[in-house]
């Protein structure tokens, strides 16, 4: 079923015309926080600490793309999160994340049409790996945490992800299959999700800030991530 704009409340379309079909594409990335799943995870982590309202407003501001240098802001906000004890990481995990309504559907579709997955997060692999686990996800590509003694230092170990780097891993994948990046999808909601999205085929902003929207040719404002194959042929 393909639906027009009008026709499909919180649904918008630009610079795209359906129907498609979902097996013409090779690959799909997403982004994790606030795509696929429902929080930010270093704004959970921090509360552990009494530091979440400092913590969320540099992701806010990194999301709208209000703070440019991505790397920066999250050793930043690790750096806020020195002392937090490692089991703070399975409490965010069990009581406060949740999947995104929609996400099993579209990746279990997605999987089905022969599509390869991949998640790329600016946040951390506790998390990203759980998730990945979880939803069936191919692959992922995220930060890893630093813990002595059961506590967080503060920094992250190795190059951290940012858009560039999320831009890097989708374009790997692709290369791996021998594809053309264009025959993938790219799904975020943040500044960061931005190279990547601008090197698929098909760019979808999921409940995003403002500046991902005005970019990205599909913006679900309402509803699930499933929303997406509304305008894309499964047979």
Known sequence: MSLAPEHAPGLVLQRFTPPLKLSAFKAIAFDMDSTL????CIDEIADAVG???EVAAITEAAMRGEITDFKDSLTRR???????PAEALQE???QRLKINP?????????KAAGLQTLLVSGGFTFFADRVKARLGIHEAHSNLLEIEGGLLTGRVLGD????EAKKQHLLALCARLQCDPKLSIAVGDGANDLPMMGVSGLSVAYHAKPKVRE???IAINTGGLDRVLEVLTLA
């Open 37 to 40: 799943i429902s929080i930010e």
């Open 51 to 53: 530091k979440k309202a």
């Open 78 to 84: 690790v750096a806020l999160l020195k002392g937090v």
């Open 92 to 94: 965010v995990y069990d």
């Open 102 to 110: 929609g996400a099993p559907e579209l990746i279990n579709a997605a």
């Open 160 to 163: 951290i992800v940012d858009g």
């Open 215 to 217: 970019q990205a040719m």
